[in-house]
């Protein structure tokens, strides 16, 4: 079914089957004039962008899904003791999507993220599929010189092309990777020629449900500055299910909760994306999971991490 990319406040309730609230429409349901771009240390930027979905598409629809779920979330979080959003969390309008060419996409992501690492806020990305983080992932560290970046994922995404095209997500952890250091984690599934490619170009992989915790592994392979691209099926489908290409024995909730609270205290998370939320793939509370996550990231980054 054809949708449009923004829809309106009333089939958001239709879909969702939201409560009725007269909160803005942005993430929190924060007010804007309180939460504007210079006062606000976190800029959320929806991406609903699923152009290059290659399974089950959907995820174009993630943003707008999360931000209404995220509405319904307390401001307050018991484990940091606070309101991580008094740092100020400014919504900025949709990215709209470019369907002509996913290069050109990439770009445009490019271009909307920059402002923002330029500013020195933290971004959060909501995506789209996973090759929004392209661009976003290439912003940030233009900005951030020397930046890593902590890829968490079921899948590799190092194709260096796949359906005629090396800028969808299947290749999308292969770009950033040519652009600065990556460290691949959670991921349980990927082809031969990523086995190889992977292997050849010397990035480093942490398989599987990750129950050892190697958190402290993982750390170490990062450097000061981190941004943190989180496929949301890195999560088990237990946890996750509204996904476009769930895969078995993932990180539970709370595993994942403490890998990105070290990488927090020991790095500086300089930006974030979380992805591949297809809302309709799986229960609402998936919506609702998705905006904890990216609230938890924004809590971790701005209250428990290094900001110098
Ligand atoms: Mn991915």
Not at 143 to 172: C, E, I, K, N
Not at 188 to 195: I, V
């Amino acid at each position: 079914m054809l949708r449009p990319y923004v829809c309106d406040e009333l089939a958001q309730l239709i879909d969702l089957g939201g409560a009725m609230t007269s909160l803005p429409f942005t993430f929190l349901g924060l007010d804007p004039t309180e939460n504007g771009f210079d006062r606000s240390a976190v800029v959320v930027l929806p991406v609903p962008y699923d152009g290059t979905a290659s399974y089950r598409a959907g995820a174009r629809e993630g943003p707008e899904a999360v931000i209404a779920a995220s509405r319904e979330m307390e401001d307050y979080d018991l484990e940091m003791g606070c309101e991580p959003c008094s740092a100020g969390i400014h919504t900025a309008p949709s990215l709209e999507p470019y369907l002509a060419s996913p290069q050109e996409m990439a770009e445009r992501v490019k271009e909307a993220a920059r402002p923002i690492a330029r500013a020195g806020k933290l971004l959060a990305l909501l995506g789209g599929d996973h090759s929004v983080s392209i661009g976003a992932a290439l912003a940030m560290a233009e900005a951030h010189p020397g930046m890593s970046v902590l890829y968490l994922d079921a899948h590799a995404d190092f194709r260096d092309a796949y359906q005629g095209t090396r800028w969808g997500h299947a290749s999308a952890a292969r770009r950033i990777a040519e652009a600065c250091p990556l460290t691949l984690a959670g991921v349980r599934s990927m082809a031969l020629e990523e086995a190889q490619a992977l292997k050849a170009k010397g990035v480093r992989v942490f398989s599987g449900s990750l129950a050892d915790e190697p958190w402290d592994a993982i750390v170490a392979t990062l450097s000061h500055d981190v941004y943190i691209s989180l496929d949301l099926d890195v999560l088990d489908p237990s946890v996750m299910a509204a996904v476009g290409t769930p895969e078995p024995g993932g990180l539970g909730w709370q595993p994942l909760l403490r890998l990105l609270r070290k990488v927090a205290e020991a790095r500086r998370i300089v930006g974030f994306d979380v992805v591949e939320l297809a809302p309709r793939e799986g229960p609402a509370a998936c919506a609702y999971t998705a905006a904890k996550l990216a609230y938890k990231l924004m809590g971790y980054a701005t209250l428990v991490g290094k900001r110098a």
